[in-house]
Every structure is written in structure tokens, then in C-alpha cells.
Nanobody, 121 residues
């Protein structure tokens, strides 16, 4: 079994900051890219940011310059530092990891359960 557990969501005023964490645990052989997605009410899930196992990052235009993704490979953990938050950042944020389970050769995507981020105006 593999689990991704997120933490750090909550309610914050516009202009404030939050830090999300996501730890992968279980029978993990190797992790490739990790990332964060979000889904606002009535909208499709969208990419926020990704980071490769080598540290290369990719951001949605809407969060560039405000959000920073990082990861600790030794802890199988990815972080999302969110600054200058806006009401339109309000969504459920999901952690994603492309990984291979121990003893297998198949790579697949795993998802966390989601954490709510609410930004008030």
C-alpha cells in the first residue's frame, strides 16, 4: 500500500501565506515527479505546480512568483509554500506523486485525499 497524506490547509486572509506538506509512505520503490493540483467548486482539477526528482519545477501562470514547490527526497515529502494568497486561490489542493512500488516496474500516479485552502477577501 502507498499513501499520500497532506497537511497544512486552512483559512487565511488575502495577502497571507500557507504551507502545505505531503508525505508519501508505504512500499515505495522510487518516486519520479511530485506535484500539486487544485479544484475549486464547479471547476475542473487544474495543475498548480510540479517538481521532478532532480528539482526541476513547473508552475501554472496564475501562481508564478507567489508559490514555491520543494521536496525532501529522503523523507518522500513535497511542500508548497503559498504567499500573497488571493481569494481565487480558494480550492481543495491535492498532492500527486508518480511512483513505483517496491518490487514492481510499473509507474503510476497516486493522489492524496486533498486539503482545503480558503482565502477570504
Amino acid at each position: 500500500q502507498v499513501q499520500l497524506v497532506e497537511s497544512g490547509g486552512g483559512l487565511v486572509q488575502a495577502g497571507g501565506s500557507l504551507r502545505l506538506s505531503c508525505a508519501a509512505s508505504g512500499s515505495i520503490g522510487a518516486i519520479n515527479a511530485m506535484g500539486w493540483y487544485r479544484q475549486a467548486p464547479g471547476k475542473q482539477r487544474e495543475l498548480v505546480t510540479t517538481i521532478s526528482n532532480g528539482g526541476n519545477t513547473n508552475y501554472a501562470d496564475s501562481v508564478k512568483g507567489r508559490f514555491t514547490i520543494s521536496r525532501d527526497n529522503a523523507k518522500n515529502t513535497v511542500y508548497l509554500q503559498m504567499n500573497s494568497l488571493k481569494p481565487e486561490d480558494t480550492a481543495v489542493y491535492y498532492c500527486n506523486a508518480n511512483l513505483r512500488r517496491s518490487g514492481t516496474y510499473r509507474w503510476r500516479d497516486y493522489w492524496g485525499q486533498g486539503t482545503q485552502v480558503t482565502v477570504s477577501s
